[in-house]
T-cell receptor, first 113, second 111 residues
Framework: SQQGEEDPQALSIQEGENATMNCSYK?????LQWYRQNSGRGLVHLILIRSNEREKHSGRLRVTLDTSKKSSSLLITASRAADTASYFCATDARGTGRRALTFGSGTRLQVQP | DTEVTQTPKHLVMGMTNKKSLKCEQHMGHRAMYWYKQKAKKPPELMFV???????INESVPSRFSPECPNSSLLNLHLHALQPEDSALYLC??????????FGPGTRLTVL
């Protein structure tokens, strides 16, 4: 079953603009991860944020985590056409002892050149 | 080598065929995973191997049979599949419970 829901489901922006994607989840987590997937290909890990962290940066990516609201956001600044892809959040549930990363529904990002 | 490889890239099979998907990693990761992904949907976990032992089977039908011959290899044996099993099958590996490294996937079509 899906742990997370993401919004928007689809996002279309112009090159140079910022893109923000949101993820909500249901259970307590050890960490939350963001992945990117180009059409029909494998997923690429972007960033991992631990449950005791509130914000993390990696290049043009900024991730926030609010465990009280069970939500996270991914901000891509100064977007490029090459950022066009689907973006998924994924949660590692706490306390289950399972290596079961559960993916959200995903946001399809289209960056127009 | 930070790559997970999967073969074949594409597979078309009939409902009576037996085929296998293969996955390989040489990063020393002790956990390996099979995911199934339908179009415009997130990946769904099928199986998890931890230290070459099956630790999670997410109620997957027995027509899918995983195998982990050694710490670098993961197979998925397919038999008597249904057309609704057509999907992208993704293999991944990880060291402990951190980021997953995904392969490029096998696009499976069942006729």
């Amino acid at each position: 079953s899906q742990q997370g829901e993401e919004d928007p489901q689809a996002l279309s922006i112009q090159e140079g603009e910022n893109a923000t994607m949101n993820c909500s989840y249901k259970t307590s987590i050890n960490n939350l991860q963001w992945y990117r997937q180009n059409s029909g290909r494998g997923l690429v890990h972007l960033i991992l944020i631990r449950s005791n962290e509130r914000e993390k940066h990696s290049g043009r990516l900024r991730v926030t985590l609010d465990t009280s609201k069970k939500s996270s956001s991914l901000l891509i600044t100064a977007s490029r056409a090459a950022d066009t892809a689907s973006y998924f959040c994924a949660t590692d549930a706490r306390g289950t002892g399972r290596r079961a990363l559960t993916f959200g529904s995903g946001t399809r990002l289209q960056v127009q050149p | 080598d930070t790559e997970v490889t999967q073969t074949p890239k594409h597979l078309v099979m009939g409902m009576t065929n037996k085929k296998s998907l293969k996955c390989e990693q040489h990063m020393g990761h002790r956990a390996m995973y099979w995911y199934k992904q339908k179009a415009k949907k997130p990946p769904e976990l099928m199986f998890v191997y931890s230290y070459e032992k099956l630790s999670i089977n997410e109620s997957v039908p027995s027509r899918f049979s995983p195998e982990c011959p050694n710490s670098s290899l993961l197979n998925l044996h397919l038999h008597a599949l249904q057309p609704e099993d057509s999907a992208l099958y993704l293999c991944a590996s990880s060291q402990d419970n951190r980021e997953r490294f995904f392969g490029p996937g096998t696009r499976l079509t069942v006729l």
